[in-house]
């Protein structure tokens, strides 16, 4: 996952958070590997009811100046492998390993916790068999890009080269070319699914794949099957206007009723749609009123807001009516002495004795993180029986997210809509499909900015589904919600539409 806003951006949504300086930019460990390490080993499991046996390898791939590794799931009994589709993953940050997708959904072991708002917090942390994973249909790829998991740069290459957005995208092109060449696989089905950041990295991945004298500088001829989206964070030339609070309102209402703060017999979904309604009807002309709103029409809608998001009338009014989600996090249950995660609002930690750490104090953040990385350490070195003198890097903020480099030098990320890049990639290629997942608690990328995105991109919206999911950020938190976006992932891997 991992968005994104941390240091400037664990992914969009904390974009506006004030940029933590990038240390002094210093050489990077690790020389080149004469050869490169695999370490493999075989696995057997039960996924989308088909029980099945596939190899697992833990690879190397040399770039100039990078070594990146990849985890690859390839199932065993295929008649014909080269027709089967294969799925390239990847989280975002910048600077975040694949360990939250690959341990969360794709993989063929998850973390051991299905209660997604009171996750074990202290070790020991175990992995189970994952019967959601997509082993059945796809053969899974994840890629943890340079100065992340296992990769890193190496002393004969620069962080410049890789740590910024078409850098980054160019580096994991080049991956995913020699992992279908080294596996025999470039005339196999192609997708990608990413989160977050990721999704920034996959769209202008997508208008690269095919090459071209401006792009790669080859005509590389790598189309896309399709493109699988949770998270999204592809805008980042929104900046602080009206928009802010107009899309995350149905995320608001939708919280509002989780923890019963909102009308009577409110469902999550039904909050959803009397926010959009209310957008639509009163929200936005208000808004755009600004101080020529009369006040007997802004009291009007300051009560309205106050109902539906589950805040009193008086802190609407003093928000001007603009609640933002980090406001919201601390005053929905200020009463009761909590705050919410804004990656995942369902998830609450006490008002007392929070720091100001925006991802390490984050109710959401702070409490399932452990067990991802932890139930990682005995994960690789026992199923998958890695042996390498490296620590494995989940998310690398000083180190990677704070230099990054979005066009405009390392730094706040401003000024680009990569939605795009995924127009551009999907007016070239007219069979390119398009999934977004969003969480209905995600207040860092809200379902309600998704829809704006996806609405005002050119994006062809024929060839494109939209799903939300009772999750957060990481719309696989959950049993119920990971199942059905598992289902969900299947059916859009398998549908040749």
């Not at 990656?343 to 959401?364: H, N």
């Not at 998958?384 to 730094?411: C, H, M, T």
Request: hydrophobic share 40%; with cysteine; glycine share 12%.
């Amino acid at each position: 996952m991992w968005i994104d806003r941390a240091l400037i951006g664990l992914a969009i949504g904390l974009a506006t958070l004030p940029a933590i300086a990038a240390p002094p930019q210093v050489a990077v460990s690790a020389n080149a590997p004469a050869q490169p390490r695999i370490f493999r080993s075989e696995g057997r499991g039960t996924f989308g009811g088909t029980t099945l046996r596939y190899s697992a390898a833990v690879e190397e791939f040399l770039l100039p100046g990078a070594s990146v590794f990849v985890t690859s799931y390839v199932r065993n009994d295929t008649g014909e492998p080269a027709k089967r589709p294969v799925v390239f993953a990847f989280n975002g940050g910048p600077g975040s390993s694949s360990l939250w997708l690959h341990l969360g959904l794709l993989g063929p072991r998850r973390v051991d916790f299905d209660d997604a708002t009171r996750p074990q917090t202290v070790a020991p942390f175990a992995t189970v068999d994952n019967p959601d994973s997509p082993l059945d249909v796809a053969d899974i790829v994840l890629i943890d890009p340079p100065g992340t998991g296992y990769s890193r740069v190496l002393s004969s290459g620069r962080t410049t080269d890789f740590y910024g957005v078409e850098q980054d995208a160019g580096a994991l092109v080049q991956v995913v070319q020699q992992w279908l060449r080294r596996h025999g696989r470039i005339n196999s089905p192609k997708y990608i699914v990413a989160e977050s950041y990721g999704t920034v990295r996959a769209a202008v991945m997508a208008r690269m794949m095919a090459g071209g004298p401006t792009q790669t500088g080859s005509m590389d001829g790598l189309t896309l099957n399709g493109v699988v989206m949770l998270g999204q964070a592809m805008d980042m030339a929104r900046g602080e206007g009206d928009r802010t609070y107009l899309s995350i309102l149905p995320s608001l209402a939708a919280t509002a009723c989780h923890f019963g703060k909102g009308p009577a017999g409110c469902s999550p979904e039904s909050q959803i749609e009397a926010a959009r309604r209310f957008i639509e009807t009163t929200y936005l002309p208000a808004l755009y009123a600004g101080s020529q709103l009369p006040a007997d029409r802004r009291t009007a809608v300051a009560r309205e807001l106050a109902s539906l998001v589950g805040l009193e009338e008086k802190d609407v009014v003093a928000a001007d009516l603009r609640i933002a989600g980090g406001a919201f996090a601390k005053l929905l249950l200020a009463g009761d002495g909590k705050r919410l995660g804004l990656y995942d609002a369902r998830f609450t930690l006490p008002l007392q004795g929070a720091d100001g750490d925006p991802v390490a104090d984050d109710p959401a953040m702070g409490q399932y993180v452990p067990g991802f990385v932890g139930a990682w350490a005995d994960y690789a070195a026992k199923g998958l029986k890695v042996d390498l003198d490296v620590p494995y890097e989940p998310i690398a903020f000083r180190e990677v997210n704070g230099r990054w480099d979005y066009g405009f030098g390392s730094g706040v990320p401003v000024g680009r809509n990569y939605a795009l890049d995924l127009a551009t990639a999907m007016n070239r290629n007219p069979a390119m499909r398009l999934m977004v997942g969003t969480g209905y608690y995600d207040l860092v990328t809200p379902l309600g900015e998704a829809d704006y995105v996806l609405a005002h991109a050119g994006i062809p919206l024929s060839r494109t589904s939209i799903r939300h999911y009772e999750s957060g950020h990481a719309p696989y938190l959950g049993a119920r919600a990971r199942t059905a976006l598992a289902r969900d992932l299947r059916a859009f891997l398998v549908d040749a539409k």
